[in-house]
């Protein structure tokens, strides 16, 4: 399992019809930071959870759901909390000698903004959602 896909249970546009990442160490620092940012505003562990025992843990959300952790998200992205995150728990996979350490964590941080972004189109549209596994094919 090195990527992860999220299908959408009643997609009213084509960006809620899937959401794909190539790597699952991104969906890991996604997951992370939403962990991280959960407050009694969003039940986190209510609605996201391991699937498969060696899997991350994925979004099971109907679709009241999937538009309210897309508001929650806008919101903790457009008041700069998601980034705070980001930079301390992408920071921890990069060496502290590394000449080009600032440079990196920078483009690390607008790759996964730019990736949850796109998580945030997929849960405006998707009508609820699950991860799909290559076990559950």
């Known amino acids: 399992m090195s990527d992860i896909l999220l299908v959408g ?17 991104w969906w890991v620092d996604i997951v992370s930071a939403i962990e991280e940012l959960a407050d009694e505003s969003y039940p986190f562990h209510e609605v996201f959870y391991r699937d498969h025992f060696l899997a991350p843990m994925s979004p099971h959300l109907n679709g009241a759901q999937a538009c309210r952790l897309a508001e929650f998200l806008t919101e903790r992205r457009d008041e700069g909390d998601l980034n705070q995150v980001l930079d301390r728990i992408l920071t921890e996979y990069i060496d502290e000698d590394d ?33 799909q596994w290559y076990t559950d094919a």
């Open 9 to 25: 249970h009643a997609p009213s546009a084509d960006a809620g019809k899937e959401y794909f990442l190539h790597c699952m160490d």
């Open 99 to 131: 000449e080009e350490r600032e440079e990196i964590l920078e483009d690390r941080i607008c790759e996964r903004m730019a990736q949850i972004d796109e998580f945030i189109e997929f849960l405006q549209a998707c009508g609820g959602c699950q991860a």
